[in-house]
């Protein structure tokens, strides 16, 4: 599975799109199976939204003990906020979603991320 | 310290307007966000994984309450509450909005700060001595030097666009408290043989992906030509630099390449091509200079019986003062260092709360002059005797009394990957494990010194290339891990760090840190320290405790 995510321009804060909308939560990410069209033609649009957010990919998700959540430790610190400070950024809401990506383990890198890396 | 003219005052308002004039076009669609990242960039802001951060220069490491109150204005107001000193003696905001950023501007711009030349291929905030005015060490105030380099290298059109940026240390005691060799220019202030003030200028430092110490290219440079000859060494640069590769577009790959000496040659070259008319004119140097000499010490007895009340009363005092306090240069007063590295803290963070109280101090005890450390901690560099036991008093009512400054739990960390955009792995919460393990402070004092630094990428923000233990996160698969490396100082032994062995998982770094120190203790004659200890026993004995059981 797959989420498409960016930093919102004006805040800088980490967002998700859900059926042509940015939202701040992951647990409300729209899902896109991996060979799904729909995936790089939201990246596609998001492309387009230049005033409203920076840098859209595409991130890598796997089944975790207690959900779904990013392949990527990366991208589960950028859903989450830092692990040095557990009140700042989203995880500071709590609550059983925030708690499925704090469980969930192991690390790769999201190849939306790396094409990112690759382009500049 | 000095001060702001009418020209850089009204300066730094444009520079703020025009900010906000192009984060308005920016959230209007009228520029793109490569048109406009380079120009946020030049004014500190970054996009990093939560938020933006926005870099603010603290010049030379020196700052007013006025200053710091300041900071603990923005953290308090457009941040979380906190603010993140780093190894290059700057704070960076973690928590930062684009459209704050313009209003947070005007108000660094209110009280002489701002975050240009905080990020780009330019010259960088001069790094220099914590204890500048302070310590009978220096044979001249660095302060006087980096403010006239400040001065020059601020906006200077020649180099701002350099091949990658650029990094300058000023010292001027034989203790060096810079890490002067791994910077891209590193100064040593110092007096021939005649008793002339000069310079022993060394070129080619740095760390990154490709760490090397600066090689001293001039041995004794007349200090009144010091301009027209740092322009020879950046025009060298900026001709031969590779812009074509960034991996290899730092000064230090150039030096390296060409050989310390026919880089030299080119310098001097070109240095005659210049002439004098480029240097500084006496009158210039005299007006700066006369900013930083009016410092009202006190006629005071050298031995304070309140301190020695105390000393002798308190022994979380006692501890304090072995650890943090140091010698001044004027008799009754001391230099005070807090440390950020409380255990479990972020290694350089400071809350609003904590900023406004060593503001306070630094008000009424500490003549107005606060410092920051490239070791991410801060100093109060002139304290009356009488005044430290309460100094320490007000520091430990606001968690700031750790009494560790070079020893095993001050640990520098960069941000890693908790909010950086480019590292690989955290180095946050492997500090905290070290720190966690050596909490004890009794061991920490018989370890003795022993400096840790962690940088989560290869950039090496964390100075893991010059620290005794160096730790370098890696990116396995995705996974974590972390490369040791022993052998390392950024001080006037400077050394480069070798690896010890295979990256390490998370978990097991403090167990090895562990082993490291053991087999230190072991190894120990005398007064060695850790780094002396390496240094004569070599790396077998230390590999041979961490990978043993890889065997």
Known sequence: MKALTANRLIDGEVVFWQAGQWVERFADAQLFADDDAAGPAAVDTAKTQPTVIVEPYLIDLTQGPAGLAPVSYRERIRALGPTNEPTHGKQAEGGAAIAA??????AARSTGRVDLIRRK | MYSYDIIDQEFLEDRAAEFRGQVVARLAGDITEDQFKPLRLMN????????????????????????????AHIARTWDKGYGHFTTRQNIQFNWIKLGDTPDILDHLAGVQMHA???????????????????????????????EVLRQWSTLHPEFSYLPRKFKIA????????????????????????????????????????????????????????LIS???????????????????KARIKILVASLGAEEFGRQVEEEWLKIGEGRDLPDTELARIRGSFIRVPFETAPPHSDIFDAEHAADRSFARFVRNNVKAHKQPGYAIVEISLKAPGATPGDASAEQMDAVADLAERYGLSDIRVTHEQNLVLPHVKLDDVPAVHRALQSVGLATSNISLISDIIACPGLDY?????????????????????ADRAEDIGELKIKISGCINACGHHHIGHIGVLGVDKKGEEFYQLSLGGSGAEDASLASILGPALPADKVADAVDKLVETYLGLRQ?????????????????????????H
Not at chain 2, 128 to 144: F, H, L, M
Not at chain 2, 208 to 213: A, D, E, S
Not at chain 2, 420 to 440: G, K, M
Not at chain 2, 526 to 550: C, S, W
């Open chain 2, 229 to 247: 000859y740092l322009e020879a060494i950046l025009r060298v640069y900026n001709r031969h630099g590779r812009r074509d590769n960034s991996y």
């Open chain 2, 420 to 440: 950086c955009a480019l590292a690989n792995a955290r180095a946050i919460p492997v500090a905290q494990a070290i720190q966690d393990r050596f909490a004890d």
């Open chain 1, 101 to 106: 990506l704090q469980a969930a383990t192991g």
């Open chain 2, 116 to 146: 240009i030349q905080t990020s780009g291929n330019c010259i960088r905030n001069v790094t220099s001595d914590p204890y500048a005015g302070a310590t009978a060490q220096e044979v001249d105030d660095p302060r006087v030097w980096s």
């Open chain 2, 44 to 71: 500190g802001l970054y996009l990093q994984l939560h938020a933006y951060m926005l870099r603010v220069a603290v010049p030379y490491g020196s700052l007013n309450p006025t200053q710091f109150r300041a900071f």
């Open chain 2, 170 to 225: 000023v010292t001027a005691s034989e203790i060096d408290r810079t890490a002067a060799r791994a910077h891209d220019i590193g100064l040593k202030v110092l007096r021939g043989a005649d008793g002339a003030l000069g310079f022993e200028v060394m070129v080619g430092g740095g760390q990154g992906r490709t760490p090397y110490l600066a090689p001293t290219i001039k041995p004794f440079l007349p200090a009144a030509r």
């Open chain 2, 526 to 550: 005398a007064d060695e320290r850790f780094l002396d200890t390496f240094r004569r026993a070599g790396m077998a004995p230390f590999k041979e405790a961490v990978y043993a059981d890889a």
